[in-house]
C-alpha cells in the first residue's frame, strides 16, 4: 500500500504560509520609512553622517589606509569596494529604508540608513 507524501491540507497549510509570508514581506517593503542619512561606523565609533540627497563617494580610512569607498547615489547607498576577501559588503544591494545596513565584518564597517522622522516600535513612521 503506497502513502500519499502530501495530503490535501498539507498543501493548503504550505500554501497560506507562503501567502502570509508574502504578506508580511509586502507589508514591510510598503510601510518602511525612506532614510535621510548614511552614517558610517568603524570600529563601533561613528565617522561621518553623509546625506542621501547628495550624491558623492566617500573613502573609509582605518589607521590612514582607505579599506572601503561608499557611494551615495539617487538616494541609495551602496559599497563600491573594500579590501577585505570576501566581499560580502560590495555585493551586498543598495540600501536606502531608515535601519537598513551594510556591515563589512573584516574591517569593522558599518553602514545604516536613518531618518529624522520618529518612528514607532516597528519601524513606521508617525
Not at 18 to 29: D, E, Q, S
Not at 30 to 43: D, Q, R
Not at 62 to 88: F, H, Q, R, W
Request: hydrophobic content about 45%.
Amino acid at each position: 500500500m503506497k502513502k500519499k507524501l502530501l495530503r490535501k491540507w498539507d498543501i493548503i497549510l504550505i500554501t497560506a504560509a507562503l501567502l502570509a509570508a508574502g504578506v508580511f514581506l509586502l507589508c514591510i517593503n510598503v510601510f518602511s520609512t525612506a532614510g535621510e542619512y548614511a552614517v558610517v561606523e568603524v570600529n563601533g565609533e561613528t565617522v561621518v553622517q553623509l546625506s542621501l540627497a547628495e550624491d558623492t563617494v566617500y573613502d573609509i580610512e582605518i589607521e590612514n589606509e582607505v579599506t572601503n569607498t561608499l557611494k551615495i547615489e539617487n538616494g541609495e547607498a551602496k559599497m563600491i569596494s573594500a579590501d577585505c576577501p570576501d566581499k560580502i559588503c560590495v555585493n551586498h544591494r543598495s540600501i536606502s529604508k531608515n535601519n537598513e545596513s551594510i556591515i563589512c565584518l573584516p574591517n569593522k564597517v558599518i553602514i545604516t540608513i536613518v531618518s529624522d522622522a520618529e518612528s514607532d516600535i516597528d519601524g513606521v513612521a508617525k
